[in-house]
């Protein structure tokens, strides 16, 4: 399987409300994948798509760990390599969208230095960014 195939694969098993946040991927605006594995099984993604809707190099981030396999440092680590992808980047910034109650998300974003911005969809949702200098 492709990393996409495996990336897809891991949506698939995500919650209702987390499928919200994470649409499948499709490599059309797709720059930057990076899946995490456990005895070869794909367990956690983090993808960067590109925003064609704005003026600027904009990306943006999507991610998502198997529920069973949560507060164990994969995402942590899948945004530091997303992070070190972008600073090597044409991208000027990198965003992130998050669900108001998602706190592991927000605590995850903070924590890798994305700065809030700004709320969207009528405040359920909080969006981070990560720019270059």
Known sequence: ???????NQICKSLSSMEKEYVD????????????????????????VK??????H???????AVISEYRNQGI?????KQAISWF????FDSLFWFCNVENTASKNLAKKNNF?????????KADVYVIKKK
Not at 50 to 55: A, G, H, I, V
Not at 87 to 90: I, Q, V
Not at 115 to 123: G, I, L, T
């Open 24 to 47: 499948g991927l499709f490599p059309a605006n797709l720059v930057f994948l990076e899946v995490s594995y456990v005895n070869k099984k794909p367990v956690g993604f983090i993808a």
């Open 75 to 79: 995402a942590n680590n899948l945004v």
């Open 87 to 90: 600073t090597k980047s044409e």
């Open 115 to 123: 700065k809030f911005v700004w709320k969207k969809d009528n405040d």
């Open 1 to 7: 399987m492709s990393k996409l195939e495996d990336a």
């Open 50 to 55: 590109e925003d064609f809707n704005s003026s």
């Open 57 to 63: 190099k904009d990306g943006y981030c999507i991610i």
